[in-house]
């Protein structure tokens, strides 16, 4: 069975201008994540999105945004990148359904940098 | 702030050894804990989760959790080389919001 999946794998682009990111969950999961891990900090939960709707957002500014299509796969668009926005960005998927203990797991992520 | 911390090592041990990660946390509504493994310049894979208070354990990992001390560890006995890595400790937000909060990691470095 497949994994998470993302593309690109690795992303270059310019301050100003706008990133987007895909994934798509293991099949069977309608819950995805996304999480951003700087270089020697830890990851950061961004977003969550399930069956289709955000149901919760990390500690970041509004440029950071994304959706969830009805085949659970997901995007995430950052606007007026910034060179600080330079990181690995990790989706996540988990089976859903509200459940309070999730397990999420990983793609191989989408790597970002912002000259 | 919910926060989970652990010590960023390094973390040296020989082959064959029992190693050990620590992870506590300020959540106290937190119900899920998860540890996961890093490998330098990959995403992370999850080793093991756990819910309740007491041991599991899964083959060389067996992790550990004691609520009321607001603590986590993991044990890894037989330690092989191919086990060095950042070990990322994991809980998930109270309040339903399936948010992780993540250490920021442990690297272990096991030395033949």
């Known amino acids: 069975e497949a994994g998470v999946t993302q593309s690109p794998t690795h992303l270059i682009k310019t301050r100003g201008q706008q990133a987007t990111l895909r994934c798509s969950p293991i099949s069977g999961h309608t819950s995805v994540y996304w999480y951003q891990q700087a270089l020697g900090l830890g990851l950061q939960f961004l977003l969550w999105?399930?069956?289709?709707?955000?149901?919760n957002r990390g500690n970041f500014p509004p440029r950071f945004s994304g959706r969830q299509f009805p085949n659970y796969s997901s995007e995430l668009n950052v606007n007026a990148l910034e060179l600080e926005d330079s990181a690995l960005y990790l989706c996540?998927?988990?089976?859903?359904?509200?459940?309070?203990?999730?397990?999420?797991?990983f793609g191989p992520g989408t790597r970002l940098l912002v000259l | 702030q919910k926060e989970v911390e652990q010590n960023s090592g390094p973390l040296s041990v020989p082959e064959g050894a029992i190693a050990s990660l620590n992870c506590t946390y300020s959540?106290?509504?937190?119900?899920?804990f998860f540890w996961y493994r890093q490998y330098s310049g990959k995403s992370p894979e999850l080793i093991m989760f756990?819910?309740?208070?007491g041991d599991k354990e899964d083959g060389r990992f067996t992790a550990q959790l004691n609520k009321a001390s607001q603590y986590v560890s993991l044990l890894i006995r037989d330690s092989q080389p191919s086990d060095s890595a950042t070990y990322l400790c994991a809980g998930g937000e109270s309040g339903g919001y399936n948010k992780l909060i993540f250490g920021a990691g442990t690297r272990l470095a096991v030395h033949p």
């Open positions: 756990i819910y309740s208070n």
């Open positions: 999105y399930d069956e289709g709707e955000e149901r």
């Open positions: 959540d106290r509504g937190s119900q899920s």
């Open positions: 996540a998927s988990s089976l859903g359904g509200g459940a309070v203990r999730e397990t999420q797991y």
